[in-house]
């Protein structure tokens, strides 16, 4: 097999066979694309999430999440933006050695970049201080000059995203995310010439050959706006799908290509008829769930292949276009994690990875220098900068260069993807399990369990609450919870199931609430939590309360309710009394508080249990409750608040009269209960930063039973599908591995028995100190309104004492495979 074909002439069975060969088989392959297929296999590394990576190339590294790679005119110079949570910057490379030559510090930038014509200028978004950072270019080196002013600063909603220059009329188009406008400025005055309302929130802009058009992807508009440059008004629109992202001109302009991150797709449109002439599916799979978000696009020099950087699928997607309308895929090459650009010089691609090339164990974070802490007031004190291991900015992005591969190397590339790969089409009906299991293996199929409930918790790694039970893989050192404070999540795990190598999807709460819901996260989550996480400005635009945050097919309600499943919420995606997404009208319960830490989750499992008693007694008790403790978030050292031990044993003790109150029910032998923190960000584990507790409870699940199955957030909401019959979301719930393992055959009528809370749960924070002041900076009143690496620390340190440090690390890198698939270890040496 040297290439694949396009999607659209190819049967289901076809393609089925034809990944099955690119898997497997070895067979028939010419000597040099077996022996890159077995360089790639074998320095294979498996991300947490059960996907793998094999990037090609070398690699350079960057700061935090690198958005946006450009090339300079005279294709000298290459520009990153890095717009991550720790650390933002903007770096200057090399284009012939690919080295870095300098990076500029900056408090806050965002994706937009332009060089000058002449190549002595660099213009760069400056992020919420509504501003367009300027540098010229001297002896390699970035020097900063007066910026180009929009408006004031955050609080001020400006926040530019893309910028186009068109550098002869000295003119500056720059888009914007949060006033949804464009901003036509004059680069000699610095003054803002115009302002145009775009109507919907902005990613990127192009201008088109003879500079007489701009196009801009609105990202929450589902569509490309056409601006007339000379009459500087919006003079049209082209329909797209979801999240449209980067774009890209051929160079006579007549065919626009357009990534939409929300729909596995890339559009390509006529500029002179304005209309979609195909679109080209990115997916491995045909009519894939989403999960692959383009993002980042790039032509070879003759224009003939099309480059697009997959994020959530780990690679680029390669396209024969020489022919415009009967486009054809020609395969696959993989990339690092989550690829954000893609750029052409020559013969080369450089690639960034956005979260770098490996996941990491963070034993020692969050835990900053307390000298490194900046003494800044206001909701959301700025980051710290450092490379400590807060999750946020734990993963550094990397710049990779390498050859763009003939046709036999590109087949190599194309299975190592696939092998990378835990999704396939057959997976979205078919799930692993076992015969008789109560877990189905087919999606349809009936299962004895009849209700599920699913409670959301907040941001415990696995070794802060159960690294003391000596019968799993922890570490009692870096123990704050120890099972004094959660006897009952250690008596769910000593009881029931004790899962050790459990790990969330997410790094946090903006992201883990839509993983925990909908398995995915979509791009303009993933690409925008890290700006108010790193104290930058920006709001909280999850759980879903913007459209634009939501993934394209909803949440686990929404595809519910298209399956005829009743459902009912308990507190999550519905705030204030009222539902945060209209799916949840009529379905939610009006009466249960939503997130407050000044609430007590055992009030809260008291409003649940009157609920569920007068559903259960009237016959209408829903299939699906998803409920809501969050109060294991803390309220760190705030004066007056909960110490960190009461929140958490409040916590525990809600979690347990839940599950006590459903065992001595009617329903238990019919009923699950699965418990899941959103993230895990707020604390460190030996193993993995995204390593975290999960417990199962109910009437079918096994007693006294110690599994060490790698399960993730996704594999937990593919388990309540099966259950359900629902089809997975996403391809990350559709490739995860069901928990089919924690399950028995016959059910179990023990019931059980809540623990009495083993410290005082009126307990207050009563010492005005150095956290204590810090803590009452933060805005608690959300979730992750603050600076979640200091505030870690402050729990910490509340727990364990002021001059309390974590200790040093024990573990890193996460699994590294030998070829064949054998595990070499289960981590190295890392002393990051």
């Known amino acids: 097999m040297k290439t694949l074909f396009h999607w659209g002439v190819l049967s289901l069975a076809a393609v089925c066979l034809l990944v099955v060969s690119c898997r497997k088989d070895t067979s028939g392959k010419s000597g040099k694309e077996l022996a890159v297929y077995k360089e790639l296999s074998a320095s294979r590394v498996q991300l947490p999430n059960g996907w793998s990576l094999t990037p090609v190339g070398t690699s350079t590294e960057l700061d935090d999440l690198p958005l946006n790679l450009v090339v300079s005119p005279g294709k000298k110079y290459l520009a990153v933006s890095n717009n991550g949570q720790s650390t933002q910057s903007i770096s200057l490379i090399d284009a012939r050695t690919g080295t870095v030559l300098d990076t500029a510090r900056v408090g806050k930038a965002y994706l937009g970049l332009a060089f000058s014509d002449d190549e002595k200028t660099l213009y760069a978004s400056g992020g919420n201080d509504n501003l367009i950072l300027t540098y010229s270019l001297e002896n390699n080196q970035l020097v900063k000059h007066e910026p180009i002013v929009l408006g004031k600063p955050w609080p001020v909603r400006i926040s530019p995203v893309g910028i186009a220059l068109d550098d002869a009329a000295h003119r500056l188009y720059v888009v914007t995310k949060d006033d949804s406008t464009l901003y036509i400025c004059d680069t000699r005055t610095r003054q803002t ?226 092998e990378n790969t835990p999704y396939t089409k057959d997976k979205e009906l078919h799930a692993e399990g076992e015969k008789g299991n109560p877990i189905p293996i087919k999606v349809g199929d009936p299962s004895p369990i009849k209700y599920v409930f699913y409670i959301i918790k907040e941001n415990r790694t ?186 958490v044993a409040d916590n525990d003790l809600a979690v347990g009269r839940f599950v006590e109150h459903l065992s001595k029910s009617k329903i238990w032998k019919e009923a699950v209960v699965f418990v899941l923190e959103d993230d895990a960000q707020n604390g460190p584990d030996h193993v993995d930063a995204h390593r975290s507790i999960a417990f199962v409870a109910g009437g079918m699940v096994k007693r006294g039973f110690v599994d060490h199955t790698m399960y993730s957030t996704s594999g937990m909401l593919r388990t309540m599908e099966l259950i359900l019959g629902l089809k997975p979301m996403s391809q990350y719930d559709a490739a995860a591995v069901p928990m089919w393992r924690c399950f028995a055959k016959t059910p179990d009528k023990r019931t059980f028995t ?79």
Request: proline share 5%; charged share 25%; net charge negative.
């Open 754 to 832: 809540a623990r009495e809370a083993g410290v005082d749960l009126s307990q207050r924070n009563v010492a005005v100190n150095f956290n204590s002041r810090r803590t009452d900076r933060f805005n608690l009143s959300v979730p992750d309104a603050i600076d979640d690496l200091i505030f870690s620390e402050i729990v910490w340190q509340t727990v364990r004492g002021d001059k309390s440090v974590m200790p040093a690390p024990r573990r890193g890198a996460f699994v590294r495979l030998k070829k064949g698939g054998g595990e070499e270890e289960e981590g190295e040496d890392d002393d990051d």
């Open 462 to 647: 696995y070794d802060q609450v159960l690294g003391d039970m000596k019968e799993g893989n922890g570490d009692a050192s870096l123990c704050l919870f120890p099972e004094k404070v959660t006897p009952n999540l250690h008596a769910l795990a000593r009881e029931f199931v004790l899962l050790d190598n459990f790990y969330v999807d997410a790094e946090v709460s903006a992201d883990g609430h839509n993983w925990s819901s909908a398995a995915y996260a979509n791009d303009y989550v993933e690409k925008t939590w890290v700006t108010s996480y790193g104290g930058r400005g920006g709001t909280y635009d999850y759980e879903g309360q913007k459209e634009i945050a939501h993934p394209r097919d909803g949440f686990i309600w929404d595809h519910c309710q298209r399956a005829g499943i009743s459902f009912r919420t308990y507190g999550w995606f519905a705030d204030g009394g009222k539902p945060n997404i209209k799916t949840l009208a009529g379905h939610y319960a009006p009466h249960f508080k939503g997130y407050d830490l000044g609430y007590m989750d055992i009030k809260r499992e008291e409003a649940w249990e009157a609920d569920f008693d007068s559903l259960l007694a009237i016959g209408k008790l829903p299939r699906l409750s998803t409920v809501r403790f969050g109060n294991d978030h803390t309220s760190g050292a705030a004066v007056g608040k909960p110490t960190p031990f009461a929140a």
């Open 193 to 418: 010439l115009k302002k145009v309302p775009l109507g919907a929130a902005a990613y990127t802009c192009l201008l088109s050959p003879d500079k007489k058009e701009l196009y801009v992807s609105l990202w929450g508009g589902s569509r490309v706006a056409v601006v007339n440059t000379a009459a500087q008004t919006v003079a049209g629109e082209v329909p797209t799908n979801k999240n449209p992202n980067d774009l890209l001109l051929t160079r006579d302009g007549q065919y626009l290509f357009v990534a939409n991150g929300n729909d596995n797709t890339v559009a390509v449109i006529d500029t002179k008829s304005r209309r979609v002439l195909e679109t080209l599916t990115t997916s491995l799979f045909p009519d894939a769930p989403v999960g692959t978000t383009p993002n980042g696009l790039a032509l070879s020099e003759d224009e003939n292949t099309l480059y697009i950087a997959n994020a959530d699928n780990n690679c680029l997607a390669v396209f024969d276009v020489s022919t415009k309308g009967r486009s054809r895929s020609n395969g696959f090459i993989p990339t690092g994690w989550y690829p954000t650009a893609v750029k052409v010089i020559g013969n080369r691609l450089f690639v960034c990875n956005g979260k770098g090339l490996t996941s990491k164990a963070n034993p020692k974070g969050p835990n900053p220098s307390l000298a490194k802490v900046p003494q800044q007031k206001g909701p959301n004190p700025q980051a710290y900068t450092g490379r400590d291991q807060y999750i946020g900015g734990l993963f550094k992005g990397t710049l990779s260069v390498f050859a763009i591969p003939d046709e036999e190397t590109l087949a190599a590339y194309s299975r190592v993807v696939y």
